[in-house]
């Protein structure tokens, strides 16, 4: 690539100095072509667990994660397919949604509170292992996203001003293995 606009500086100032002696008309049509020599050799892509040939139509403040697999790691997982490498994407909608029917196979209490408050979970404060967890934060999504199913040991929902508590938000408080 260096060379390349180096040369390309070359080729400007030649013209520039030959233009001032005999004036030379250039096309507007001038185009200059890379090469690419992996151009052919295009990764998987695995979007929200589906495999996909593109990601042109994900908006990038939608996505949660992005990891990429290379040689072994990408073949063994998904096969031939893969040998180029592998790039894996989850969206946010996405983690919510597998984080959500985790807990409510779980916890049919869970269940019961998403089907109140309409599968709207925003407003709830979660507390992962005595940590409270920013509701605000894509963190929060990750988090309860990544918590494996066989680490779950009890899922305890709270509606607001339950107990005589004056919380304002419903509260789920997740025990898990550590």
């Known amino acids: 690539m260096k060379k390349l606009i180096g040369l390309l500086g070359v080729l400007f100032l030649a013209t520039s100095m030959f233009a001032q002696t005999n004036p030379v008309k250039i096309a507007d049509t001038t185009k200059v072509f890379l090469r690419d020599k992996y151009a052919d050799k295009k990764p998987l892509y695995v979007i929200n667990e589906r495999v996909g040939d593109s990601i042109k139509d994900i908006n990038p403040n939608d996505i949660l994660s992005i990891n990429i697999l290379k040689d072994v790691g990408a073949t063994a997982l ?63 999504i990750k988090v309860l996203f990544e918590i494996p199913d066989n680490a779950l040991l009890s899922i305890n929902c709270m509606s607001p001003f339950a107990n005589g508590m004056d919380n304002k938000q419903p509260l789920i408080i997740i025990t898990s293995k550590q």
């Open 78 to 140: 998904y096969g031939e397919k893969a040998k180029n490498g592998a790039i894996i994407i989850v969206t946010k909608e996405f983690a919510v949604k597998k984080y959500q029917e985790k807990f409510s196979a779980f916890s049919k209490k869970y269940k019961g509170f998403l089907s109140r408050y309409k599968i709207d979970d925003t407003d709830f404060l979660y507390i992962l292992n005595g940590i409270p967890l920013d509701n605000k934060s894509t963190n929060r």
